[in-house]
Nanobody, 124 residues
């Protein structure tokens, strides 16, 4: 059974930082590209960042470029999202997802497996 478990969310002041982690089990982690998405209340799910199987290719939403960094450790079956210079508009539930096509894809339908999400709240 495939499981993706996010952690690291919380409440932070604007300008602060958080590091999200997503631990994967039940799949060959190195065979999957990984992505982060987020969903704010009343809004659609938005792409945040994606990383290829080996980590040599990354893709970011324009809204987070220069502030967020996605990385992965295939030995630990974990993908990370380092979030710096956080803004109130970054407040959302953050989800990690896995796709087997090695695509740094930006649309949710390209991903097969999803975590349950972790809440990030940025206060002004």
């Amino acid at each position: 059974q495939v499981q993706l478990v996010e952690s690291g969310g919380g409440l932070v002041q604007a300008g602060g930082s958080l590091r999200l982690s997503c631990a994967a089990s039940g799949l060959t982690f190195s065979g999957y590209a990984m992505g982060w998405f987020r969903q704010a209340p009343g809004k659609e799910q938005d792409f945040v960042a994606a990383i290829s199987r080996s980590g040599d290719s990354r893709n970011y939403a324009d809204s987070v470029k220069g502030r967020f960094t996605i990385s992965r450790d295939n030995a630990k079956n974990t993908v990370y999202l380092q979030m710096n210079s956080l803004k109130p508009e970054d407040t959302a539930v953050y989800y990690c997802a896995a796709n087997s096509r090695n695509m740094v894809a930006t649309t949710p339908r390209d991903y097969t497996y999803w975590g349950q999400g972790t809440q990030v709240t940025v206060s002004s």
